[in-house]
């Protein structure tokens, strides 16, 4: 069984400015990147995200960048709590792909997916976590960006 999921969701928003919420590392730490985010994405890059609840700052990887469309992103995979315990992660990196596309009119469908764990039990259980944590992610963009609250603030620390 392969370990991927696919979580979606709509902004009144145009594709240009939800695109920008998440390549500028300012609006990304307004409301995603609990702990800050440093660096644009673009292709090529390596940016970091922090977390209030998985503190220390991860390495990001940008792999591919296509204006007001596509990221695809890497990360080290967690496995069980491995990352809670030494942010090393399990030694592998999974992909992240957001794709964004224009929907009635000045609305931007948002779709997130992340593939690549190994099939252990574990990286089940992470998968699952990454899942919780990406429809958090779509939620609090959609909260910023149309009524400009933070939903995350104080939520994990």
């Known amino acids: 069984m392969e370990l991927k999921f696919k979580v979606a969701g709509r902004i009144a928003k145009p594709v240009s400015e939800v695109f920008e919420a998440v390549i500028d590392p300012a609006q990304l730490s307004r409301y995603f990147t609990t702990g800050g985010a440093k660096g644009r994405?673009?292709?090529?890059?390596?940016v970091t995200w922090d977390f209030h609840d998985f503190p220390g700052a991860f390495p990001v990887k940008v792999v591919d960048v296509v204006k007001d469309k596509k990221?695809?992103?890497?990360?080290?995979?967690?496995?069980?709590?491995?990352?809670?315990?030494?942010?090393?992660?399990?030694?592998?990196?999974?992909?992240?792909?957001?794709?964004?596309?224009?929907?009635?009119?000045?609305?931007?469908?948002?779709?997130?997916s992340e593939e690549g764990w190994r099939e252990t039990a574990g990286a089940l259980k992470a998968s699952y976590g990454n899942c919780e944590g990406w429809t958090g992610a779509l939620c609090a963009m959609k909260v910023w960006l149309e009524h400009g609250i933070n939903l995350r603030e104080g939520f994990y620390k």
């Open 41 to 46: 994405i673009e292709t090529g890059a390596t």
């Open 71 to 112: 990221i695809v992103l890497q990360w080290a995979a967690n496995e069980a709590n491995r990352m809670e315990a030494d942010n090393a992660g399990a030694g592998y990196d999974t992909t992240v792909t957001m794709t964004f596309e224009p929907v009635d009119g000045n609305r931007t469908l948002v779709t997130i």
